[in-house]
């Protein structure tokens, strides 16, 4: 009888500590269905809200850590000759060639009604390990700057069109030319520039070098003011206004991961 009473009071003693630890159980996920959204809502309000306080949100917001790169490819046209005497084009592909871009803001401003206004820079690298070439490679293109002009003087009068032809004859330009890899980004000196500057203003909407990429290296895309999020997360980075400018008939922004220049 001493052994059954003690092995059923045993039992009695383990199914109140299994109860016991169920009451708990219970209490506890309750206690954390309860807590954990409250929890989860301010670790994510203050590692997403833009807020020096925030720390390493804050710099990795400032500063992008992640890697952007670029990568264009061209059609070099090997018988730019036998173009001009109306036969079809040979082309050939070259690239890739690969830039990474950084993206810092500066002139970071915070104002009292939880915005904030800053400048975000780009600059381009050359990555070599990954480019199928070096910047220094030279390719044959279409004149892209004496082309698309002559487009635009197409309905000029006969007179304006004759000094342009006469301007193209004196600085020597063709339909195609050789350029470097960073000549065609970066931009490189035409004569024809600075003529069509001085005589023709407004004409081009640039000075200076031409080249495809010629403004956007180490350049900013305007000032920008958003939402902090600190006062309400759901309009965390909401752009309040690009240059002070609420509102834009249309703005399009594009973000070039492959471009591929096509030599005719």
């Keep these: 009888r001493d052994g059954a009473g003690r092995s059923s009071w045993r039992m009695r003693v383990r199914a109140w500590a299994l109860a016991v630890a169920g009451v708990l159980l219970v209490a506890a996920g309750t206690v954390l269905l309860l807590v954990t959204p409250a929890i989860m809502h301010r ?25 952007f790169y670029m990568s ?56 070599p390990d990954g ?25 000029w009068p006969y007179a304006l069109k004759l000094i342009f032809s006469t301007a193209l004859k004196t600085f020597n330009e063709t339909p195609f030319i050789k350029k470097t890899v960073k000549e065609i980004m970066w931009g490189y000196d035409d004569p024809l520039i600075d003529f069509l500057n001085r005589i023709f203003p407004g004409v081009i909407p ?31 980075h909401v752009i309040d206004n690009w240059n002070g400018i609420k509102k834009v008939c249309k703005l399009s922004i594009v973000f070039v991961k492959n471009l591929t220049i096509i030599g005719l």
Excluded at 101 to 111: D, V
Excluded at 136 to 142: G, H, K, R, T, W
């Design 43 to 67: 670790q994510v309000k203050a590692n997403v809200q833009i807020d020096p306080a925030s720390g390493m949100a804050y710099t990795m917001w400032r500063d992008i850590p992640v890697p």
């Design 72 to 127: 264009l490819y061209f059609f070099e046209v090997k018988n730019p000759q036998e173009i001009l005497r109306g036969e079809k084009p040979v082309l050939v592909q070259r690239g890739p060639y690969i830039y990474r871009e950084y993206r810092q803001k500066s002139n970071i401003t915070f104002h009292n009604n939880n915005t904030v206004s800053y400048r975000e820079y780009h600059r381009y690298y050359f990555y």
């Design 131 to 155: 480019s199928a070439g070096n910047e220094s490679d030279e390719i044959v293109l279409p004149n892209m700057l004496a082309l698309s002009v002559a487009l635009m003087v197409e309905d």
């Design 206 to 236: 640039f000075e200076g070098k031409f080249g495809l990429f010629a403004e956007m290296n180490n350049s900013d895309t305007g000032l920008f003011t958003v939402h902090t999020g600190v006062d309400n997360i759901t309009k965390v």
